[in-house]
């Protein structure tokens, strides 16, 4: 059974700071990991879409990286904002059951 | 791009109704579903797999008889949620895809009285 999980829980930094957020997963036979942010109440808006033949992707100030083999993906966020400020989540597509599962969540807030 | 709708967008009802919530791919044909459900301050918890053409597959957990998911077409899935009660308000989010990629629906936030 694939597992998803997203470290630290939640995150609090200032403004103007690079962060990482983590994301791991049990079973590496994934088709695609991707992330998005979710701002409260609100759906989910895609950031970035790795696929499992990729290492990385870059959105602006966003940049995802994806190690299959140990199960790892970092979301990197440079000179971070407050508009930053949401619910990051990690999402991994395969795996032995063929199935999308999502990360446990990293509450973000940045600081003015 | 792939475009996924659902509708409603947001529902109230009172306790003991039932209530339809659409998925539909939209310039797409969707062999696979996903349906997912989120509590507040929770991630997407996975509820079931629906294929074209078959009986879903749920997760444990998840009664299949209060959730009753029909896929008719390759670019229509519903899940309706049956007897309603307060404890099943959440937000309701389904994905539709081919092969390797699954595209997001907008979801559903369900209230229930």
């Known amino acids: 059974k694939q597992e998803v999980t997203q470290i630290p829980a939640a995150l609090s930094v200032p403004e103007g700071e690079n962060l990482v957020l983590n994301c791991s997963f049990t079973d590496s036979a994934i088709y695609n990991l991707q992330w998005f942010r979710q701002d409260p109440g609100k759906g989910l808006t895609s950031l970035l879409l790795i696929q499992s033949s990729q290492r990385e992707q870059t959105s602006g100030r966003l940049n995802a990286s994806l190690d299959k083999s140990s199960g790892r993906s970092t979301l990197y966020i440079a000179a971070s904002q407050p508009g930053d400020s949401a619910t990051y989540l990690c999402?991994?597509?395969?795996?032995?059951?063929?199935?999308?599962?999502f990360g446990t969540g990293t509450l973000l807030a940045v600081q003015p | 791009g792939a475009v996924v709708s659902q509708h409603p967008s947001w529902v109230i009802c009172k306790s003991g109704t039932s209530v339809k919530i659409e998925c539909r791919s939209l310039?797409?044909?969707?062999?696979?579903m996903f349906w997912y459900r989120q509590f507040p301050k929770q991630s997407l918890m996975l509820m079931a797999t629906s294929n074209e053409g078959s009986k879903a597959t749920y997760e444990q957990g998840v009664e299949k008889d209060k959730f009753l998911i029909n896929h008719a077409s390759l670019t229509l899935s519903t899940l309706t949620v049956t007897s309603a009660h307060p404890e099943d308000s959440s937000f309701y989010i389904c994905t539709a895809g081919v092969t390797d990629t699954q595209y997001f629906g907008p979801g559903t936030r369900l209230t229930v009285l």
């Open positions: 310039d797409f044909q969707a062999t696979t």
């Open positions: 999402a991994v597509y395969g795996g032995a059951t063929n199935k999308l599962i």
